[in-house]
Each structure stands twice: as C-alpha cells, then as structure tokens.
C-alpha cells in the first residue's frame, strides 16, 4: 500500500544510500514518460512533448489532448470526449468540431517540423484518437 521498493537497515551507509536514490530517481523518472511511435515521448509531470529529446512546444490545448490520450492508451477517443476534457464543455457539434481542428492543427505542426516522421496519433472512423505506440 506504501508503494515500498526498498528499505535500508540502520546504520546506513553512504554507498547504499546513493545507490538506493539513484534506482528510485530512474524509477521515477521512468514512470512519468510514456513512448509514443516514431521516437515521441511525453513526460506527464513536466507536461511536455520530446522528438528524440528536443522538447516540442505546444499550446495549451495540444498539452491537454495528449494528456488526456496518455491516461487512457488501450482506448480511443471520440472528438466529443475529448473535448469534454480539454473545454470542460457539454458536447456540441461546435464543440466537437474545436477538437478535431486542435488535432488537425497539431499533426501540421508535427509535420512540418519532423516531415519524414509519421503522427503518433491514430484515428479510426467511427472510434476515434488514440496514440500510437
């Protein structure tokens, strides 16, 4: 329940000590990045975009959109749903619609800066958006 992955006995000596922080910093910082295709990576507590570790800006929405996509990967999304996350609105087709051009919007962007590299958003008629892993 403690979510433990290590204990050290008494007295601790300075070696076991290093040795323990450095396996739970590359715990941790294993566990906030999730990989996406074609070399992207999110962190999701710095709430950033990485293409081969150059940090990709985003705007606001475009963080909240892969965000929301990062909690939930097995599935996909509806442009109503996503758009309930990111505008916190009730869907309307105006609503909906604000969704697929953030989207559309982003895949420009990605393009035109990584061109030989593919989105790492899919999107099948009738389910959704869903990362590409």
Do not use: W
Not at 4 to 28: A, G, H, M, R, S
Not at 33 to 53: D, G, M, P, R, S
């Amino acid at each position: 329940n403690l979510h433990l992955f290590y204990y050290l006995i008494k007295p601790v000596k300075k070696v076991n000590l290093d040795e323990t922080l450095q396996k739970l910093i590359e715990k941790l910082s294993t566990k906030s990045t999730v990989v996406f295709a074609n070399n992207y990576n999110f962190n999701t507590t710095k709430q950033a975009l990485y293409f081969k570790e150059e940090k990709i800006k985003l705007s606001k929405n475009e963080t909240k959109l892969i965000d929301f996509l990062c909690k939930n990967m097995s599935l996909h999304h509806s442009a109503c749903d996503i758009s309930n996350y990111i505008f916190n609105e009730v869907s309307t087709d105006d609503v909906c619609n604000n969704t697929i051009q953030l989207i559309s919007r982003l895949k420009k962007k990605m393009l035109d800066l990584y061109p030989k590299e593919e989105f790492f958003l899919e999107n099948i008629y009738g389910l959704g958006y869903k990362i590409r892993r």
